[in-house]
Structures are given as C-alpha cells and as structure tokens.
C-alpha cells in the first residue's frame, strides 16, 4: 500500500478540504463519489486525512483529484 506522507508546510489535508468546500461538496458526497469510482475510503477516513491524523493513499489521491476537478500542484501545495 503507497501512501504520501506530509512534507513540513504541506498540508494535503487542508488542501482537500479546502478545494472541497470551495467546490461546495461535502463529506458525505466526496465520499460517495469516491466509493462509486472504486476507492476504498470511509467519511471517517476523509475526516482523518482531512485533520492530517490518516496518511492518504496514492490511489485515494488520484480519484480526490478527479473526483474534485482540480491539479496535484494544488493539492500538494
């Protein structure tokens, strides 16, 4: 299992939830996109990443960007 563990400064978290709110997408939703795109994720997996206490996996990554139409550079900044 690849998981993308926090650089100093870089909250993947808070990016997340960020684009997520300017997108006006709520948890709930994410993850029932997520799940119909195949990723294996809970709500309380996405409040974890999202807090910065649950490392996010590569694959949970992929379908977050997609599933939220934005850049790995925004996600990653």
Not at 28 to 42: E, H, P, S
Not at 47 to 70: D, M, Y
């Amino acid at each position: 299992m690849d998981v993308i563990k926090n650089d100093k400064g870089t909250n993947i978290g808070t990016n997340i939830r960020r684009i997520r709110l300017k997108s006006k997408i709520s948890q709930t939703d994410l993850v029932r996109i997520l799940q119909l795109m195949g990723v294996d994720i809970t709500r309380e997996a996405l409040v974890k990443i999202e807090k910065g206490t649950q490392h996010v996996k590569v694959s949970q990554l992929k379908a977050i960007k997609t599933a939220l139409g934005t850049s790995y550079e925004e996600l990653l900044e």
